[in-house]
């Protein structure tokens, strides 16, 4: 039987920000901003039998913008998949927690760091399922600066081509990427717009509404259209604690003791 989980956001952030502090590692507000994505898809959509992250008959969660890759920890400390003791170590020597996606610990499908290629993995994988006949669904989760690499854009072309229609990526479109606005770096314009254009059904989210993702996801797996599936969400770097909000040097900054009791404090006032 599995064990009860919640996928609480504000429980989610605050295990990112105990394992940013005992590491002393960095990404933490990249990790904020998907925390609603994923535990709506841990806790209502992703198909684990038995509750076995690497059972053959799984969904796929691919998360190809790496960097995010605590808030998918804290997902998977909250369904046993890791201990507290896998936090509290993360980033020490000898962990098997590194700060980038690794598809050596079980629950992780890719290694993923260098961006824009999880994404081609995952089409991939929805292709191997499709010829297969096993419905097993992909989930690709990007960031809308990983959106500057080509790779994602022949993917999508290849995705739209085979009909891959149980692959759904979604975008966390928080507006920044490494060095900056995403505006400024390459700017995107609609990505609605193009994954439209590429021949995906698209439809946009807030994607800190757990309810407006809930529905949009249960809405592309109902559809019976062939076409591949991307949900844009609109989202906010370091969401949860306010002076991380919308500031792009908690890409890079590190937690301090008094940051990381400020941050938590923050976070008390949230409801979980």
């Known amino acids: 039987m599995s064990r009860p989980t919640s996928f609480a956001p504000a429980d ?9 502090y005992a590491g002393s590692t960095v990404h933490i507000a990249c990790a904020f901003s998907i925390v609603e994505l994923l535990a709506v898809l841990y806790r209502s959509h992703l ?3 038995d509750d076995v992250p690497t059972h053959p008959g ?3 969660l691919v998360l190809s913008k790496g960097h995010g890759v605590m808030a998918q920890y804290a997902c998977m400390l909250e369904k046993g998949w890791l201990k507290r003791a896998d936090v509290e170590r993360y980033f020490a020597d000898g962990t098997k927690l590194k ?10 499908e890719v290694t993923s760091g ?3 290629h999880g994404f081609s993995v995952g089409v991939g994988l929805a292709l191997a399922a499709k010829m297969d006949g096993t419905g097993q669904r992909t989930y690709v989760l990007v960031g809308d600066g990983e959106l500057n690499e080509g790779p994602i854009w022949e993917g999508a072309l290849f995705a739209a081509h085979h009909e891959l229609r149980d692959l759904i990526v979604i975008v966390d479109a ?7 606005k995403t505006e400024d770096v390459l700017r995107l314009d609609s990505i609605e717009d193009k994954f439209s254009s590429f021949g995906f059904e698209t439809i946009s989210v807030d994607g800190h509404d757990q309810q407006q993702i809930d529905t949009a996801f249960e809405q592309l797996k109902r559809s019976q259209s062939p076409a591949p599936k991307a949900v844009v969400a609109r989202t906010v770097k370091g969401r949860g604690v306010p002076f991380m ?3 792009n040097r908690w890409h ?16 008390s006032d949230e409801p979980t």
Not at 13 to 19: A, K, N, P
Not at 174 to 180: E, H, I, R, S
Not at 252 to 267: C, K, Q, V
Request: aromatic letters at 10%; a neutral charge; hydrophobic letters at 35%.
């Open 12 to 20: 989610l952030r605050r295990t990112v920000l105990d394992m940013a």
């Open 47 to 49: 198909r684990y039998p």
């Open 58 to 60: 799984r969904d796929y």
């Open 99 to 108: 700060g980038l996606s690794d598809s050596r610990v079980p629950g992780l």
């Open 114 to 116: 260098s961006l824009g």
């Open 174 to 180: 928080n507006g920044f990427q490494a060095m900056g």
């Open 245 to 247: 909000e919308h500031d």
């Open 252 to 267: 890079y900054t590190r937690l301090d003791a008094g940051t990381y009791a400020d941050a938590i404090r923050h976070l």
